[in-house]
């Protein structure tokens, strides 16, 4: 048997710390997609073709998990749940750039598997690919703007007042799901997840990139003008 090294000893407490992390976000990204999803498809049958009802029921839901989740499992991962919070927190150095991918394949594999989970529940087909059209410059500024608001909100308020950020997130999305064009996906995983769904929340997968891009952008502009909003001097 080796013997004790602190090297070794720091690698058997790393990577259970590690596993922990990536579990976190798995159960959080899964209720959250789950929660997008499935109340998309509650609320689609319930409001009788009325949409301003079915997607206040569906911001009603999607606000209430998100706050849960945080609050639940921001001690433990820090929950990003979404691949734009990730890479935000990459660009600022506070988070290295392995455990980051196993961030994002994590939130990608989780929020894949809440579609399906959905599709389960609903008795809808199990493998679907999402048909609504969601393109143009207008859709693809919603995303921009909605994931930039997105990322300075949670930037600013771990610096300035960490405990606000449960109640201010779920409030924050729910807002943008009004007043965005695109009713702010946010979020690079969901994209992917709700491309997987041919259901109210879902996006066609010819759209997808340029939502994905327009995240991505809105993302590194917040985490840029974050860290000039709080430099010293």
């Known amino acids: 048997m080796d013997r004790p090294t ?3 000893a720091l690698s058997r407490e790393a990577a259970p710390n590690a596993a922990r992390k ?3 976000e798995a159960i959080g990204t899964f209720f959250l997609f ?6 998309g498809i509650m609320a689609e049958s319930l ?4 949409a301003g009802v079915a997607l206040l029921s569906n911001t009603l839901a999607v606000g209430a998990i998100l706050f849960v989740v945080i609050v639940m499992l921001a001690p433990i991962s820090g929950a990003h749940f979404n691949p734009a919070v990730t890479l935000a927190f990459v660009l600022r150095r506070e988070i290295g750039i392995g455990l980051a991918f196993a961030y994002v394949a994590t939130q990608l594999v989780a929020g894949s598997t809440a579609a399906l989970a959905a599709h389960v529940m609903f008795e809808q087909p199990l493998i679907q690919i999402a ?7 207008g859709q693809w500024t919603g995303e921009f703007i909605a994931t930039f608001g997105l990322v300075l909100t949670v930037l600013l308020l771990v ?5 606000a950020i449960p109640a201010a997130v779920a409030l924050y999305i729910s807002s943008a799901i009004w007043f965005t064009s695109s009713t702010s996906f946010a979020n690079p995983a969901i994209t992917v997840a709700r491309a997987l769904s041919d259901t109210y929340t879902g ?3 010819a759209d997808a990139p340029m939502f994905i891009g327009a995240q991505l952008t809105g993302a590194v502009v917040a985490a ?3 860290q000039w909003l709080v430099t010293d001097g």
């Open 131 to 137: 048909r609504t059209a969601r393109t143009g410059i």
């Open 6 to 8: 602190p090297e070794n």
């Open 34 to 39: 789950l929660g997008v999803i499935s109340s």
């Open 203 to 205: 996006i066609a997968p």
């Open 47 to 50: 409001a009788t073709g009325n």
């Open 22 to 24: 990536l579990t976190a």
């Open 224 to 226: 840029l003008l974050a």
């Open 159 to 163: 610096r300035y007042r960490p405990t």
